[in-house]
């Protein structure tokens, strides 16, 4: 069963408004969530993180939210840039001392951004 | 290079070949995870490894596959007796110690199975 969801699995947004990107997810445990983006034929790179301590962090153009009640966590870039345009990946992952920490992914959202 | 380095990039095999896809992780990065990625969807974690020491292979789908890292470094994954299903890309990551990690990617391996 898929613990990390993306619904929306595409989104197009013109070049210097907000990109809005949503994850849900199911399984309470999880303590740490990234975000991804990944374009064609490379793999993913890693974008930004936030501990479950936190509910936000921010890094340039990146926010990412994190809403524990709702399991619901969001990307948001501002202002958006064609060369944003990829495909979005949300992670998350809970750490055993002993095994480490598996990430679990979303299916992805292609963003494309509107010159 | 600085990076997570996946070899070979695409690999072409016919039904029952066996295959071997190579992983060479960020220098000093003591865990190593292999994913399977199907098209269209997210990468699904297969085995996960801590220096030499496998720690977890809950996600290799079948006894057909196969990973080693014997010093510690770099890794294989080994598919035997290929099907047409194993098609996929196949990503390895790496990541340094303590708690909560980023894992670091490598471009994958794209594997088809004719």
């Known amino acids: 069963d898929q613990q990390v969801k993306q619904n929306s699995p595409s989104l197009s947004v013109q070049e210097g408004r907000i990109s809005i990107l949503n994850c849900d997810y199911t399984?309470?445990?999880?303590?740490?969530f990234l975000w991804y983006k990944k374009y064609p034929a490379e793999g993913p790179t890693f974008l930004i993180s936030?501990?479950?301590?936190?509910d936000k962090n921010e890094d340039g153009r990146f926010t990412v939210f994190l809403n524990k009640s709702a399991k619901h966590l969001s990307l948001h870039i501002v202002p958006s840039q064609p060369g944003d345009s990829a495909v979005y990946f949300c992670?998350?992952?809970?750490?055993?001392?002993?095994?480490?920490?598996?990430?679990?992914f979303g299916t992805g959202t292609s963003l494309t951004v509107i010159p | 290079g600085a990076g997570v380095s996946q070899s070979p990039r695409y690999k072409v095999a016919k039904r029952g070949q066996d295959v071997a896809l190579r992983c060479d992780p960020i220098s000093g990065h003591v865990s190593l995870f292999w994913y399977q990625q199907a098209l269209g969807q997210g990468p699904e974690f297969l085995t996960y490894?801590?220096?030499?020491?496998?720690?977890?292979k809950s996600g290799l789908p079948s006894d057909r596959f196969f990973a080693e890292r014997p010093e510690g470094s770099v890794s294989t994954l080994k598919i035997q007796r290929t099907q047409q299903e194993d098609s996929a890309v196949y990503l390895c990551?790496?990541?340094?110690?303590?708690?909560?990690?980023?894992?670091?990617f490598g471009d994958g391996t794209r594997l088809s199975i004719l």
């Open positions: 992670a998350a992952s809970f750490f055993w001392t002993n095994t480490g920490n598996q990430f679990y």
């Open positions: 990551a790496s990541a340094g110690t303590g708690g909560n990690q980023p894992q670091h």
């Open positions: 399984n309470s445990m999880f303590d740490y």
């Open positions: 936030i501990s479950s301590i936190k």
């Open positions: 490894f801590q220096n030499e020491a496998q720690l977890d």
